[in-house]
């Protein structure tokens, strides 16, 4: 098999134009990190209290938003629904972000140790290690239990994170952070949610744009790079891993933990125009990207457009 060099890389284009030098895009993330990082033990006020009257979410962005059941709910109910959707999105943060770093550790295990690439690898490492530490104190915070995902799905990530290609590991990684961020970023403005919880998110939406920023310029080498069955092999993993993101999104226990029905709420949710409409503009700006770099091409496709993630 031919091997590409950097030099062979920067020669090479995809669908967006030229690929980047990859160190340089390091010493750009890694001058960006030195600017713009935040410790959240220090940064938030963890001995405020939880605010009467606001919302641990926004209400537009709760799963049963503008359902019936939705209708029938209590404001408070509402709200306490918001305050466990919340905890639960964070328990998926924290899952997701710790299959993150052991595929950040894998991809540099055999590169340069003192390139830059490595560092902002590592610098990244140390990011979702506080942001991981800080949504667990959110959900404490907030009284709302952990919501872990379920069994079959926590070892079938288990799975996936041991086989996946390095294209895989970024695609998966972008599909963990920007729909999050994309909701994050409707959360830290938003004066009816808590303070708290704002603060949370803006600090995850800073640090983690260099992470998105990071992925995308790694896996649009790789997608360029890599042989055709890693790229083949990409696309059934990156849909896969959308069907179980989707799955695991919410946990459904947090219909019964405010007193719904469990089964009744879940179907509601799954029969919402409106909430299909809010997770695809949220996957909207990555299915894109994806489609761009030949990604969502073949079988992929079709198990993205299962997930209820692509139109």
């Known amino acids: 098999m031919t091997t590409v060099t950097e030099q062979d890389v ?3 284009r995809d669908a967006l134009g030229p690929l980047r030098d990859r160190e340089q895009v390091a010493v750009r993330l890694l001058e960006a990190s030195a ?6 033990d220090t940064e938030l006020d963890w001995d405020a209290g939880v605010e009467d009257g606001k919302w641990f979410w926004p209400p537009e962005l709760v799963s049963l938003y503008d359902t019936p059941l939705w209708r029938k709910m209590s404001e408070e109910q509402r709200m306490d629904l918001a305050r466990h959707e919340a905890a639960s999105l964070a328990s998926l943060g924290i899952w997701f972000e710790i299959i993150l770093m052991q595929l950040l550790v894998r991809h540099i295990y055999d590169k340069p140790v003192t390139s830059n690439h490595v560092r902002y690898a590592l610098t990244e490492i140390a990011d979702e290690c506080r942001h991981s530490m800080m949504f667990g104190r959110m959900i404490q915070w907030g009284g709302a239990p952990t919501y872990p995902v379920p069994r079959a799905y926590h070892n079938a990530a288990r799975i996936l994170k041991t086989v996946s290609t390095t294209p895989g590991s970024f695609a998966a990684t972008l599909l963990g952070e920007e729909i999050l961020d994309w909701m994050q970023r409707l959360t830290f403005p938003d004066e009816r949610v808590q303070t708290l919880v704002r603060g949370v998110t803006r600090i995850h939406v800073v640090e983690e744009a ?3 920023r990071y992925a995308r310029e790694e896996l649009r080498r790789q997608m360029v790079t890599a042989p055709a069955w890693e790229r083949r092999m990409t696309r059934l993993s990156c849909g896969e891993a959308a069907r179980i993101f989707s ?5 459904p226990q947090v219909y019964e933990n405010v007193g719904l029905d469990r089964r009744q709420a879940v179907a509601q949710v799954k029969a919402s125009g409106h909430r299909t409409e809010v997770m695809q503009t949220g996957a909207k700006r990555l299915t894109d990207f994806f489609d761009d770099i030949g990604v969502l ?3 992929g496709r ?10």
Do not use: E, M, T, Y
Not at 35 to 40: A, G
Not at 247 to 251: L, P, S
């Open 35 to 40: 600017k713009h990082s935040f410790d959240p």
């Open 302 to 311: 079709r198990l993205w457009k299962s997930s209820g993630l692509l139109a």
């Open 10 to 12: 920067q020669a090479l």
């Open 247 to 251: 799955v695991c999104f919410i946990n």
């Open 297 to 299: 091409n073949g079988v």
């Open 210 to 212: 260099r992470h998105v």
